[in-house]
């Protein structure tokens, strides 16, 4: 089992800039990749960024240049520094690890970002 609790959200004006953190904890192991993800009200939860164990990434096109995905391998942690905030970035913020070997998901419970214009 894995357990993941993600912290950082909150209110900011469009422009401004939030992290995210994602502190895993259980039997994470190393063949795994971890991402965050999003729902907006009303919109399927769509992926902003991912990073593997070895620190590859990967964004969608809305977070390129804007999002920032890392980890402490450490502290067993991810963040996701966001810049340049939108209003349409508001929506609840996920972080995920998705196992490799089993393709076993689990989440954490979510995060509330709003950006107001």
């Known amino acids: 089992q894995v357990q993941l609790v993600a912290s950082g959200g909150g209110s900011v004006q469009a422009g401004g800039s939030l992290k995210l953190s994602c502190a895993a904890s259980?039997?994470?192991?190393?063949?795994?990749?971890m991402g965050w993800y999003r729902q907006a009200p009303g919109k399927q939860r769509e992926l902003v960024a991912s990073?593997?164990?070895?620190?590859?990434?990967d964004y969608a096109d809305s977070a390129k240049g804007r999002f920032t995905i890392s980890r402490d391998n450490t502290k067993n942690t991810m963040y996701l520094q966001m810049s340049s905030l939108k209003p349409e970035d508001t929506a609840v913020y996920y972080c995920?690890?998705?196992?490799?070997?089993?393709?076993?998901?689990?989440w954490g419970q979510g995060t509330q970002v709003t950006v107001s214009s």
């Open positions: 990073i593997t164990n070895g620190g590859s990434t």
């Open positions: 259980g039997s994470i192991g190393s063949l795994h990749v």
């Open positions: 995920n690890i998705h196992k490799l070997l089993t393709r076993i998901d689990y």
